[in-house]
T-cell receptor, first 114, second 114 residues
Framework: DAKTTQPTSMDCAEGRAANLPCNHS???????VYWYRQIHSQGPQYIIHGLKNNETNEMASLIITEDRKSSTLILPHATLRDTAVYYC???????????????FGKGTKLSVKP | KAGVTQTPRYLIKTRGQQVTLSCSPISGHRSVSWYQQTPGQGLQFLFE???????NKGNFPGRFSGRQFSNSRSEMNVSTLELGDSALYLC?????????????FGEGSWLTVV
């Protein structure tokens, strides 16, 4: 089962910031939080990941709480093209050269509206 | 640089047949994973290969198999196809060197079993 909990759906106005929450209360100390998004019929697109510090890249920012039990993905200026299903994933670390497997939940369907 | 490439993109097979799907990872990536996505079950992990060895396996029947070649390219095979095998099959690659690296997905192969 997925180790994360996300709202089923969210709406956001175009041009506004989209804040997508994720709960991962059972996360272990060496497990990373990853965010992907999937637009219908395409492969999941990597957005960002982090361990305990906040992270920012050209696509988004990731805010992780100090206790690491939840995080928020922020799309600073949402556009219509950001409409997608967003997956928050805790990556199971196996070591030994294994990348581990990503356990996907149902994600959040973000609808950006004009 | 080129992303993860999957072939074929679309295919239709008849129940009872077998199918082979191919994946070329990002140059330099040695770890390849496969996922199945269906409307009912969502995204599910099939297996992972690193340096030609299967490192991790999901909960799928033995009809699903895979392999990795010395150039890191991977194939997955499904024998004795069933209608329920109709799905989007996704390949993902990473350097596999540590658990905090990025995993990139291909666009997937759409399999329809009739």
């Amino acid at each position: 089962d997925a180790k994360t909990t996300q709202p089923t759906s969210m709406d956001c106005a175009e041009g506004r910031a989209a804040n997508l929450p994720c709960n991962h209360s059972t996360i272990s100390g060496n497990e990373y939080v990853y965010w992907y998004r999937q637009i219908h019929s395409q492969g999941p697109q990597y957005i960002i990941h982090g361990l305990k510090n906040n992270e920012t890249n050209e696509m988004a920012s990731l805010i992780i709480t100090e206790d690491r039990k939840s995080s928020t993905l922020i799309l600073p200026h949402a556009t219509l093209r950001d409409t997608a299903v967003y997956y928050c994933i805790v990556r199971v670390a196996l070591g030994g050269g294994s990348q581990g497997n990503l356990i996907f939940g149902k994600g959040t369907k973000l609808s950006v509206k004009p | 640089k080129a992303g993860v490439t999957q072939t074929p993109r679309y295919l239709i097979k008849t129940r009872g047949q077998q199918v082979t799907l191919s994946c070329s990872p990002i140059s330099g990536h040695r770890s390849v994973s496969w996922y199945q996505q269906t409307p009912g079950q969502g995204l599910q992990f099939l297996f992972e290969y690193f340096s030609e060895t299967q490192r991790n396996k999901g909960n799928f029947p033995g009809r699903f198999s895979g392999r990795q070649f010395s150039n890191s390219r991977s194939e997955m095979n499904v024998s004795t196809l069933e209608l329920g095998d109709s799905a989007l099959y996704l390949c993902a690659s990473s350097s596999g060197q540590y658990s905090g690296n990025t995993i990139y997905f291909g666009e997937g192969s759409w399999l329809t079993v009739v």
